[in-house]
């Protein structure tokens, strides 16, 4: 008989960032823990780790002040990419599915990946988000609404921004009913 398999999980941030990484996860930490919190564009190639650093924005502004945020990606191919990253990277964020998580409790640092098509109707933005609530699913307004009770403040990172966000989008109008 074999000895039983040794799994070993980071326990801390598995590795540091590069100067440039590190001043933009300080500088955009920085606005975003001011007071308005502007709206924040991180524009770099691909490669240079915009993912890990937005890992390390959402660590960092979620241990200031408690946050629940919706990461929205452009393909439903990139969600669980997106939340491999978040469980491999994100010390203190928990990466879920957005759909499936509207019955957990809304917590600090949990990160919920869809997509913008996700979210974005005009059925639901008529039915305040609550169109797709019945007896074993909370609705989206629900859920919001219930992590707003809790305190916690939402935040968004939008992957490939200059696709959905303007106001005449559905998703763009989603992101505004959210403020």
Request: charged share 15%; aromatic share 6%.
């Given at each position: 008989?074999?000895a039983?398999?040794?799994?070993?999980?980071?326990?801390?941030?598995?590795?540091?960032?590069?100067?440039?990484?590190?001043?933009?996860?300080?500088?955009i930490?920085?606005?975003?823990?001011?007071?308005?919190?502007?709206?924040?564009?991180?524009?770099?190639?691909?490669?240079?780790?915009?993912?890990?650093?937005?890992?390390?924005?959402?660590?960092?502004?979620s241990?200031?002040?408690?946050?629940?945020?919706?990461w929205?990606?452009?393909?439903?191919?990139?969600?669980?990419?997106?939340?491999?990253?978040?469980?491999?990277?994100?010390v203190?964020?928990?990466?879920l599915?957005?759909?499936?998580?509207?019955?957990?409790?809304?917590?600090?640092?949990?990160?919920?990946v869809?997509?913008a098509q996700g979210?974005?109707?005009?059925?639901?933005?008529?039915?305040?988000y609550a169109?797709?609530?019945?007896d074993?699913?909370?609705?989206?307004?629900?859920?919001?609404?219930?992590a707003r009770?809790?305190?916690?403040?939402?935040?968004?990172?939008?992957?490939?921004?200059?696709?959905?966000?303007?106001?005449?989008?559905?998703?763009?109008?989603?992101?505004?009913w959210?403020?």
């Amino acid at each position: 008989m074999s000895a039983p398999l040794s799994i070993t999980a980071p326990q801390g941030n598995t590795r540091s960032p590069k100067a440039f990484q590190a001043e933009i996860i300080t500088s955009i930490c920085r606005a975003l823990q001011g007071q308005p919190r502007p709206p924040c564009l991180l524009r770099s190639p691909t490669g240079s780790g915009k993912t890990f650093m937005l890992t390390r924005v959402l660590q960092q502004v979620s241990a200031q002040q408690p946050t629940l945020w919706l990461w929205f990606v452009p393909f439903v191919n990139l969600v669980a990419q997106t939340i491999d990253s978040l469980d491999s990277e994100g010390v203190g964020l928990a990466g879920l599915e957005l759909g499936r998580a509207l019955n957990e409790q809304p917590a600090p640092g949990l990160v919920l990946v869809s997509t913008a098509q996700g979210v974005a109707s005009a059925k639901g933005r008529a039915a305040g988000y609550a169109d797709k609530q019945d007896d074993d699913t909370r609705s989206l307004a629900a859920y919001v609404a219930l992590a707003r009770a809790a305190g916690l403040h939402i935040g968004i990172v939008v992957d490939e921004a200059h696709i959905a966000l303007k106001s005449t989008t559905e998703f763009g109008k989603f992101v505004h009913w959210l403020q």
